[in-house]
């Protein structure tokens, strides 16, 4: 290096003194603006940045409630919640998610026709959320993914809870069925109670009693890492579980019902006369409600619902039927009641019954010869009730059939019932569009005489109707939920009964004759239900026959199987302390007698038994 | 009479003495030096979700820095002065060959195999300030217009090479090291305003030269909320991570952003903000006041040193680590875009720690081997 001079270096030195003196300063300004901005946001924007902290952290999981069981009235389990197990993927743990699926596939894990929406979820999820590949694996699914889980890193078998049905169609329209929910389904029941994840009730049973099937569902707050694995709890609340319910229904009788119409269109209902307990509300044809709960696509549900049988329909409380001759003991009790009838005045039936005016005559069944009320009931005479009937005007009829809940809803607990039609004057004017069909014509009259015509009612109004009759007026509301019991507070709430009696002013003896009359339909000669049960059999009854299609018509030729008459029967028994009410329809049954009596006696040998 | 070069100006010094002037340790420094290190060490603990290899590989490079640092301390600086031109040559070579046979890892080809993979552009970190500090040194301060050119030229040279390969940070750091020369040897203020303005002109050029990554790291900092999980999501989860600190700190391993991975290259780069997380304010500040106590002692060591040479020398050294703490820090509270800058003796990583430490090695060298001089 060069020689300087020492005046050289002080110079130099001063030089570089001054320059470092304002690096210094200038490391000085660098340092307070460093510090103020980690005064910025570590203190004055810290909270801001906690709570992003914690956003970024924490998560809340949601923890269903279990949804509460159903059984019957002796315990019987009717719905219970199943661990379902499910094929589940996280995507970022997986290296080649097409060649996984693509295993998947070839192992049978997962339906190909399923890969696209898989696909789809995939692209449009979280990478670190799991997506269902496989909503439920049979055993040997299971079986096989357990043999070569190690090729499969981040895809897992998760368990769920479901709804199953052990008994499946048989309770099918009693309990109805559960599914996955929807935005309708929020817009009826509170959102918040709900973590998405449930099934809510959506018909029947489940549907309206799901506010206390469901429960209440808790939280998981949890740790998370950047991937969205959980990392540690952080504190749960617990889910409260749904109530469970019992119900009225006894399943050994539903079964036996069920077994007896599965094979049939049609419905069974009855009803325990002394609390309005429905022990059997059997639809036929049903459906196994498990595929609801275990999720149908979009084409099996419209297979379903383009079925001819339509299985979805309730006919028990939706089905609306001409009762046909069933009504007969009741508008008997109104003509006696009201002093049109004289029950020992005997009235001659020679098959057909006249009117003024009219050019054909209305027919008869059969030929009667002369009967008097018991008699016209035992043997269905029709002549006898056409003649009542325009004694009796259909204002009069209308206004003693409206007593027995006809023409209006039964209030049964469960939705979607419908009200049937008891037809009057004022009716038809409210009802009909064109002037000509406003008007009421005599005809009309004579033909409701026997409940056809313009009459509609439920096989669940027959049902209640014949309650009223076994027991003399007084009857309860029927309903299908007995009692509910809440798990957590291990207590059992029953379900008072609601006494109807409209009936109140009936004399005793019109009852009698009445129940005489129907003990003889199946008890005596001549009844139209004779010979189809044992001897002294402990029951009162009445058979019914709808017309859907005009005799006259249909002369000489064969009647297509769907416009057959449906067969109808009603009953209570024993006659004397009626323990059931039934009602029974067979559609395109022909006759009450040989296509719904049949039934009442499978239900009531074994009711009877007990 | 022999005695030691005294000054009488406020910023004396006291010469190191006895024990440290045999060893060629400054005590104080080095004192600095190991705790740094012990915050290191913890950091890196928890920044590795307590991975015990992770800090066992980190204190073996610790080890092997402090050692490049004693020897390097153990010659004078006179020594360096000699060796600098050549080094700077050798560098120069070295960053040429890396454009043509570098090795290319991540985009970026700054390595070059010769038995061990390594960056020249680490070496030039320490031949720079040898270079500029031995030639203006050479002659008289303060420069002419032709030295001030000859020193420019060396300051850009291997600064272009390295931003080619591409090293954003690097160039920065090592052009600043040289450019901080010239400015202390007294370049008139015209010049620098001059160098300025032409430094504010090149910026579109330098623009458009970007690579894409970098343009989008500068957009990411000028509004890091435009593209969340891409660019601005170091930015994000830094900010989040150091603002959530509060005042006191989460407390060591309980840092969530660092644990729960929200916050990536967290033993490297961004370390810093692990450390606001979990020490909090007070914590951060204390560390600042053992890096602003370095970079203080070193600044001393310049003002005291015995000649011209040493001086620039020292000085540059300590204001070049002044900048990788500044460019560091700034960069993860969001005051400067991301540059890959890590935080020094602090980031995990070997050979700037090294490169670090032979720096200050000679900051050392610089203090205990004052030549006796005749009163």
């Known amino acids: 290096m060069k020689f300087k001079s020492d005046a050289t270096q002080e110079t130099e030195k001063k030089i570089f003194l001054s320059r470092i003196l304002f690096s210094v300063a200038v490391v000085f300004l660098l340092v307070l603006l460093m510090l103020l901005r980690l005064v910025q946001l570590q203190i004055y924007d810290s909270d801001k940045y906690k709570l992003r902290s914690m956003n970024n952290t924490i998560r809340t999981h949601s923890l269903p409630a279990t949804r509460g069981l159903i059984y019957d009235r002796n315990n019987q389990i009717l719905a219970e919640n199943q661990p379902v197990f499910q094929l589940e993927m996280i995507p970022e743990q997986i290296i080649d998610i097409e060649q996984t699926l693509k295993s998947l596939i070839e192992l049978e894990l997962i339906n190909e026709r399923k890969l696209e929406t898989i696909k789809d979820n995939i692209s449009k999820n979280y990478q670190f959320k799991s997506i269902v590949l496989n909503n439920r694996l049979t055993q040997r699914q299971m079986a096989v993914f357990a043999n070569n889980r190690t090729g499969f890193k981040g895809v897992d078998i998760k368990a769920r809870l479901s709804r199953h049905y052990p008994k499946k169609e048989v309770t099918a329209h009693a309990l109805g069925y559960v599914g996955t929910i929807s935005s309708m389904d929020y817009s009826v029941f509170d959102p918040s109670l709900y973590t998405g994840q449930e099934q809510i009730g959506k018909t029947s049973v489940e549907r309206d009693y799901e506010r206390l099937l469901h429960g209440k569902p808790g939280n998981e707050e949890v740790l998370v890492n950047v991937r969205g694995r959980v990392m540690e709890s952080l504190g749960r609340k617990p889910f409260a579980p749904g109530s469970d319910l019992i119900l009225t229904i006894d399943i050994e009788l539903q079964e036996i019902a069920y077994e007896a119409m599965k094979d049939k269109k049609g419905a069974v209902v009855a009803i325990d006369p002394s609390n309005g307990e429905i022990l059997i509300l059997v639809s036929t044809p049903s459906y196994d409600p498990n595929l609801f709960s275990r999720g149908m696509t979009k084409l099996e549900y419209k297979a379903f619902e383009k079925n001819e049988g339509k299985p979805l329909f309730n006919r028990a409380i939706a089905g609306q039927y001409p009762p046909g001759s069933v009504i007969k003991p009741m508008l008997g009790l109104a003509g006696l009641h009201l002093g049109f009838i004289d029950p020992t005045k005997y009235e001659p039936c020679d098959g057909a019954f006249f009117l003024p005016n009219y050019s054909r005559p209305f027919k008869d069944w059969r030929t009667h010869g002369p009967v008097n009320l018991k008699e016209a009931i035992q043997a269905s005479c029709d002549v006898y009730f056409y003649k009542t009937a325009i004694k009796m005007g259909i204002d009069n009829m209308s206004a003693f059939l409206s007593k027995f809940n006809l023409g209006t809803l039964t209030e049964i607990d469960i939705g979607h019932e419908k009200a049937g039609i008891v037809p009057n004057p004022a009716w038809k004017k409210n009802n009909f569009k064109s002037k000509e069909n406003q008007s009421w014509y005599k005809g009309e009259t004579v033909i409701a005489g026997i409940g056809q015509g313009y009459m509609l009612t439920t096989p669940l109004q027959l049902a209640f109707a014949t309650s009223m009759i076994a027991n003399k007026g007084k009857s309860y509301k029927p309903h299908l939920v007995k009692g509910i019991k809440n798990s957590s507070l291990n207590n059992t709430e029953y379900i008072k009964p609601v006494m109807v009696n409209r009936l109140n002013d009936i004399d005793q003896n019109h009852w009698e004759i009445i129940h005489m009359a129907m003990k003889a339909v199946v008890n005596q000669k001549g009844g139209t239900a004779y010979g189809m049960f044992d001897t002294d059999y402990p029951l009162a009854g009445k058979t019914g026959s709808s017309q859907l299609y005009s005799t006259e018509k249909a002369q000489g030729e064969t009647i297509p199987e769907h416009l057959k008459d449906h067969g109808l029967f009603i009953g209570f028994a024993p006659p004397d302390n009626p323990k059931i009410a039934l009602a029974i329809i067979v559609e395109n049954g022909v006759s009450g007698r040989t296509a719904a009596s049949p039934v009442a006696k499978k239900i009531l040998d074994v009711f009877l038994k007990e | ?375």
């Open chain 2, 1 to 375: 009479m022999m005695a030691y070069n005294t000054n009488k100006d406020i910023f004396s010094l006291k010469p190191s003495e006895g024990l440290q002037q045999r060893l060629h340790i400054d005590f104080p420094l080095l004192l600095a030096f190991l705790a740094i290190f012990m915050i290191s060490l913890t950091a890196i603990y928890s920044a590795s979700n307590s991975n015990i290899d992770a800090v066992v590989n980190q204190a073996i490079k610790i080890l092997i820095s402090i050692s490049a640092m004693a020897v390097v301390a153990q010659f004078s600086p006179l020594s360096y002065g000699r060796v600098g031109p050549w080094l700077f040559l050798l560098c120069l070579v070295l960053l040429i060959l890396v454009l043509v046979i570098g090795e290319t890892r991540n985009g970026a080809t700054r390595w070059l195999n010769i038995g061990i993979s390594f960056q020249p552009s680490e070496l030039m970190k320490i031949a720079m300030p040898l270079m500029i500090a031995r030639y203006i040194a050479n002659g008289a301060l303060p420069p002419t217009v032709f030295s001030v050119g000859v020193s420019i030229t060396i300051v850009l040279v291997p600064s272009v090479l390295i931003m080619l390969e591409p090293d954003l940070g690097t160039s920065i750091l090592i052009a600043f090291s040289g450019l901080v020369v010239i400015f202390l040897s007294g370049l008139k203020k015209r010049y620098l305003a001059v160098a300025l303005g032409l430094l504010l002109a090149s910026l579109p050029l330098m623009w458009s030269n970007m690579h894409s990554f970098q343009k989008n790291r500068v957009l990411a900092f000028l509004n890091p909320g435009s593209d969340p999980t891409g660019s601005g999501y170091h930015l994000i989860q830094s900010k989040i991570a150091i603002g959530s600190g509060g005042l006191f700190g989460k407390g060591w391993l309980n840092s969530t952003q660092g644990q729960l991975d929200f916050l990536p290259e967290r033993t490297t780069d961004f370390i810093f903000a692990i450390l606001a997380e979990e020490f909090g304010f007070l914590g951060i500040s204390l560390l600042i006041g053992i890096y602003l106590f370095i970079i203080g002692r070193g600044i001393m060591i310049a003002i005291n040193a015995q000649d011209l040479f040493s001086r620039l020398l020292a000085s540059s050294i300590s204001l070049t680590f002044f900048v990788y703490v500044f460019v560091n820090i700034a960069m993860t509270t969001g005051l400067l875009p991301v540059v890959g800058i890590p935080l020094p003796l602090i980031s995990s990583g070997g050979t700037s720690m090294v490169t670090l430490m032979i720096g200050l090695g000679m900051l050392m060298s610089v203090q205990t081997h004052k030549r006796l001089v005749e009163k």
